[in-house]
């Protein structure tokens, strides 16, 4: 059953032209669906209306199942789909507002070595409304609504691979962006890819104006290849060329997420080859302490040497930072609070 979350308002318009509606009640739905109401909560709405569309459509299409609220504040939640299927996300609190990290798939096939929503392989793609509620719900948990908007800035870095589920995706940015909805800018929108290039060169010509963030982890295709499948596909040079010419027809900046991995990326060698790979557009290099996934055997590396890695970039021209940590104490990586649940209910 499809979500009315998965339409726009246009498209909520003429479902309920074939319902016998006047045009207002457009107005009033979808203010009702991005308030994240239930059916029993919609008291200006016809009850019979009500009714009938619920037969069709679905208006809540999750629920949080658990949180968990780490010492930092940072709050992670899993949702559970109508279907009974899990997924994550992350809110984090900033001094600007509240950022909230969404998933795109119920699973991964990317099969990165450091994240562990790739473990148990991709279920199914999440439509576009049920990324949209993943937003909507957290909104509703802060006591927000659609007028009194709460989150201010939303990353598709959660469980997936969001260019791998690509016309759901791009058709949440338009939606959660629309000012009939929510309203984000897309400015505030980031999605963090694994490197689809034949992908990033079809979300470049959409021209949004979204933050593209790029996993990239090594200077190199013989280090990539020992923790992204995907450099088997695309080697480093193919990333950082798409990425030039997404930079060319967006004028927007690209973000390069780097993990640091003890012993095997985090050399001022690598350094030095990352730097040179990197000169001749805007970018920005985000240094991430690697989350310990313990089913991959993966360390991160130590504060010092993170640091001096970052310092080493920046001696060379590169923009660099390093990722503040949070949530280390509430599961932190992609998908282990899922798949915990998972083994314990198996």
Do not use: W
């Amino acid at each position: 059953m499809n979500s009315l979350l998965d339409y726009s308002f246009q498209e909520i318009s003429d479902i309920l032209k074939q319902y016998g509606q006047p045009s207002y009640r457009a107005t009033q739905l979808y203010d009702a669906i991005y308030s994240y109401k239930g059916e029993d909560k919609i008291t200006n709405i016809p009850k019979s209306l009500i009714s009938s569309l619920s037969q069709n459509y679905n208006f809540l299409p999750l629920t949080i199942y658990k949180e968990l609220k780490g010492s930092d504040g940072t709050i992670k939640f899993l949702y559970k789909l109508a279907d009974g299927n899990l997924i994550e996300g992350v809110l984090m609190r900033y001094k600007y507002g509240y950022t909230l990290c969404v998933s795109t798939q119920v699973g991964c096939r990317m099969g990165c070595k450091f994240c562990a929503s790739t473990l148990n392989g991709l279920v199914r793609n999440l439509s576009a409304g049920e990324i949209v509620a993943q937003v909507l719900c957290v909104n509703a948990y802060l006591n927000g609504s659609r007028q009194n908007r709460k989150i201010t800035n939303v990353v598709l870095m959660g469980s997936g691979e969001p260019l791998d589920n690509f016309d759901n995706v791009l058709k949440f940015i338009k939606l959660i962006s629309d000012e009939h909805g929510i309203n984000i800018s897309q400015r505030n929108i980031s999605l963090s890819t694994c490197g689809l290039v034949d992908k990033i060169d079809l979300l470049a010509k959409q021209k949004l104006q979204i933050t593209l963030t790029i996993s990239l982890h090594a200077p190199n295709d013989n280090l990539r290849r020992q923790t992204m499948p995907i450099a088997n596909r695309y080697s480093v040079k193919d990333v950082v060329n798409c990425a030039k010419r997404y930079f060319k027809e967006t004028k927007r900046r690209i973000v390069f997420e780097y993990a640091l991995i003890d012993g095997q990326n985090d050399s001022f060698k690598c350094a030095d080859e990352l730097a040179s790979l990197l000169h001749g557009f805007s970018n920005h290099v985000n240094l991430i302490p690697l989350n310990e996934v313990k089913e991959r055997g993966l360390k991160g590396t130590n504060k010092h040497q993170g640091y001096a890695f970052m310092e080493r970039l920046k001696s060379k021209g590169i923009s660099a930072t390093m990722r503040r940590t949070m949530g280390e104490d509430i599961e932190g990586a992609c998908g282990q609070l899922r798949a915990k649940v998972i083994n314990i209910t198996q």
